[in-house]
């Protein structure tokens, strides 16, 4: 579903990111974590087509995002660790918004903004305007958002900050039933413990290198998949 080539991006004489290349298939969920500054943002902006890059290529299921950009956009989600929503509007208006983007019907549209408003405790607040919300409101409305014209791809980044226990809990669980029908799921986490019980599959990035990834089992063996990681933190010292 993503096939990500040899992707390379810099800034300046900086490698953000440096030849990285993954294969996220449908029904995964993918995990990527690294430090602050390893590169999982700019390679996750860049899988969407909001960076561009420098070298490399990125097929969003079997279509080069370089050649049909809108076309790849649009089996795509994204949910940003800081939702910058349009705040003038309401969140009810923001969410037909994005299924106008998206072509999404009336009917469909209906039903999928009752039901994942209810889920995330959402639907009373969605006469109220986005600037009134608070961030955790913030992210369940960008959350719903990117679940309404169901995409064959969510890319999102940090996805658990900001939320509440039981809002984390619904995103796992929503997570895993879109998995269940072939959307392939691609995001980052400083949260160690919610990867390892999440993620189908893990990789590890440093200073914009892979330095490991694969199943959960073949990175991690016996050890917690946090023990892995500061050890390889080190290694790489």
């Known amino acids: 579903?993503?096939?990500?080539?040899?992707?390379?991006?810099?800034?300046?004489?900086?490698k953000a990111v440096d030849d990285l290349s993954l294969h996220i298939r449908p029904g995964e969920i993918y995990g990527f974590i690294g430090h602050n500054g390893a590169g999982k943002t700019t390679t996750l902006k860049s899988c969407c087509g909001i960076l561009r890059f420098d070298a490399g290529e990125i097929f969003i299921d079997g279509t080069s995002?370089?050649?049909?950009p809108l076309g790849c956009k649009a089996k795509i989600a994204y949910i940003p660790d800081n939702p910058d929503l349009y705040e003038f509007m309401t969140g009810i208006q923001f969410l037909n918004f994005t299924?106008?983007?998206?072509?999404v019907g009336e009917t469909e549209r209906r039903e999928r903004i009752r039901r994942y408003g209810d889920m995330f405790e959402m639907t009373e607040s969605l006469a109220q305007s986005v600037g009134e919300y608070s961030h955790g409101m913030k992210q369940k409305l960008a959350i719903i958002s990117a679940l309404i014209h169901q995409p064959k791809l969510i890319v999102m980044d940090e996805p658990f900050v900001g939320l509440d226990p039981k809002a984390s809990h619904l995103l796992k669980q929503t997570m895993r039933e879109m998995c269940g029908s072939g959307t392939a799921i691609f995001f980052s986490t400083h949260v160690l413990e919610v990867a390892e019980k999440l993620c189908d599959k893990i990789a590890i990035i440093r200073g914009g290198k892979l330095i490991r990834s694969g199943t959960m089992e073949e990175v991690k063996g016996d050890d917690s998949l946090e023990e892995v990681f500061l050890e390889l933190e080190d290694d790489h010292d």
């Open 1 to 14: 579903m993503l096939k990500i080539e040899h992707l390379t991006k810099t800034y300046g004489s900086r």
């Open 99 to 103: 299924a106008d983007v998206f072509g």
């Open 65 to 68: 995002l370089k050649a049909d």
